[in-house]
């Protein structure tokens, strides 16, 4: 007589931008249920070949999970990472065991990764499993207009931080035979040193050097290049792929010993806080912003789209000093500070007159803190193509010498300007032929790719007269109703 086998029944927890093993509600769920759980972690393929994809965010996850793994050894228990398609991971899964509950966050992101989890949600009813998602960070799903979201996000952060306790496990995934692909696994086995560490440990490290020491002077450096990398709490990354949860970082720069004596500086990085969540909830709220403009009346707008400025600004090769400065600290930390980022697009879309579609995914895969709720619509915030927002046109040498004086930030990240002068490194143009030569300055220093005061000029009345079009008049009122607070009163 033929026997059929009996699976073993257990839940899954399924990791996704929530990297970390404490303030974890799927596992604390996880833990009081009857039945023991599987960790899982999925690269799909799909998610890999996004745009946005890059070599330094797979680090950082794996980096990530190799640290959880550390953690819940003595638990027997450990994140199996599957290289697959999601819903075949889950159909495999399924079929070697009877899989009651799937535990995670809700994601935020961009459409394509949606359809992924609407997919498997499809698979979960077919097969009679019950997909248990909460809230990440206080975004909430399904929410239509914005007039009660502050103060619930509050509440969010005032409850609090969930200790996570485990218990030895009792399953040990049978077989894998959708492992990394060993190349790949090789490049993520791999960590540049000049990227910021991974990884829960590390998250906790930087969160408690901001509070005890270098948080005392955020709101005096923000701006600044080079200090910056000092005085901001470098938490981004941490928060992006979930090392920590933003109530751990509210609640401990909220109650850590030196926020009576620095209450500016620390309340003006717990706002930045509520900032990162307001802008993932419009992104929850409306991911068309992925590659439509925030205000669709901006879709008109044509631009010069010249190959050459864009590959110059990828490569860090435009001959401004303080723009090829950022692109190449991007490229070798994966970090630099909000104004310069806000300048980068600025040059990119005004000066130069290029799309920002043409640029977005770009700066994405540089930065080691990539978020696509707050990337995009900065973005396009700074763009100008939101239609909301005022319009800021940065003006490079002004903002290098008003922050970058004596160009400490500029020398450190290109090469060719580190013996020049101090007063010619915002414009080392200005130098004479002779000097340029003594000082061995190249060609591409010689002349600005632009001529940055008239290029600024054109790009302020482009953007400026195209707000009186109607279709742009139009969205700015349904962007009001959705994505703003008190939208009555307006
Ligand atoms: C074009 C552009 C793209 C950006 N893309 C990203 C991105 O992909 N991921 C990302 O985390 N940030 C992004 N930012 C916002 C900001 O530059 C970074 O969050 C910040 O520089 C991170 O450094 P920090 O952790 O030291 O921040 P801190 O200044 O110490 O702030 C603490 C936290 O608040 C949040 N935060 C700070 N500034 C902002 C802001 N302006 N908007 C929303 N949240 C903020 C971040 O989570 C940050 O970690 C972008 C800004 C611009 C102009």
Redesign the pocket.
């Known amino acids: 007589m033929h026997k059929e086998m009996v699976k073993t029944k257990l839940n899954i927890v399924w990791f996704k931008r929530d990297l970390r093993t404490q303030d974890h509600l799927p596992l604390f769920h996880a833990e009081k249920e009857d039945i023991d759980y599987l960790c899982i972690y999925i690269y799909d393929p799909k998610k890999i070949a996004h745009q946005s994809c890059s070599l330094r965010h797979l680090q950082f996850t794996y980096h990530s999970i190799i640290d959880i793994n550390n953690n819940l050894k003595k638990f027997s228990r450990e994140i199996n990472i599957f290289h697959y398609d999601s819903v075949k991971v889950f159909s495999y899964l399924n079929k070697l065991y009877s899989i009651s509950k799937i535990f995670s966050y809700q994601e935020t992101d961009v459409s394509s990764f949606w359809e992924i989890d609407k997919k498997v949600s499809l698979f979960c009813s077919k097969k009679n499993i019950k997909w248990v998602e909460y809230q990440r960070d206080g975004i909430i799903r399904g929410l239509k207009n914005r007039e009660k979201w502050d103060k619930m996000w509050y509440n969010h952060v005032s409850v609090p931080i969930i200790f996570n306790k485990f218990s030895n496990s009792t399953i040990k995934l049978k077989d894998n035979p959708f492992q990394l692909d060993i190349r790949l696994k090789n490049k993520m086995t791999n960590w540049p040193s000049l990227y910021q560490p991974a990884g829960e440990r590390f998250a906790h490290t930087y969160l408690r050097s901001f509070v005890n020491k270098r948080g005392e002077h955020y709101s005096k450096y923000?701006s600044k290049p080079n200090e910056s990398r000092v005085s901001?709490?470098?938490?981004?990354p941490y928060?992006?792929w979930g090392n920590l949860s933003v109530k751990q970082v509210y609640i401990t720069i909220k109650q850590c010993k030196k926020y009576t004596f620095f209450k500016r500086s620390f309340n003006a990085?717990l706002m930045?806080?509520k900032?990162?969540c307001h802008?993932i909830q419009k992104f929850e709220m409306e991911c068309e912003y992925e590659d439509k403009c925030v205000n669709r009346g901006y879709e008109k707008l044509q631009y010069s789209d010249n190959n050459e400025l864009i590959n110059s600004w990828k490569n860090g090769t435009t001959g401004i000093p303080i723009v090829d400065a950022c692109i190449r600290c991007l490229q070798k930390t994966g970090w630099i500070?909000?104004r310069m980022?806000?300048m980068l697009?600025s040059i990119f879309c005004h000066h130069f007159d290029c799309n920002w579609k043409n640029g977005v995914y770009h700066?994405?895969k540089l930065?080691l803190?990539?978020?696509p709720g707050?990337?995009y619509t900065?973005?396009q915030m700074?763009a100008g193509v939101t239609g909301i927002n005022s319009i800021r046109i940065y003006n490079p040498i002004k903002q290098s010498k008003d922050h970058d004086p004596d160009g400490i930030f500029i020398k450190k990240w290109v090469d060719e300007l580190v013996n020049i002068p101090s007063e010619f490194v915002h414009e080392p143009w200005l130098m004479t032929d002779l000097d340029r030569s003594f000082y061995q300055i190249n060609e591409q220093f010689s002349v600005p790719s632009i001529d940055i005061i008239k290029a600024s000029r054109l790009a302020r009345k482009k953007i400026w007269s195209h707000r009186t079009d109607n279709i742009v008049k139009k969205e700015n009122l349904r962007l009001i109703k959705k994505h703003t607070r008190n939208f009555k009163s307006i």
């Open positions: 923000i901001c709490s470098r938490l981004s928060l992006s990085s930045r806080l900032w990162r802008f500070n909000f980022r806000a697009v700066l994405a930065f803190d990539y978020e707050i990337h900065q973005f700074q």
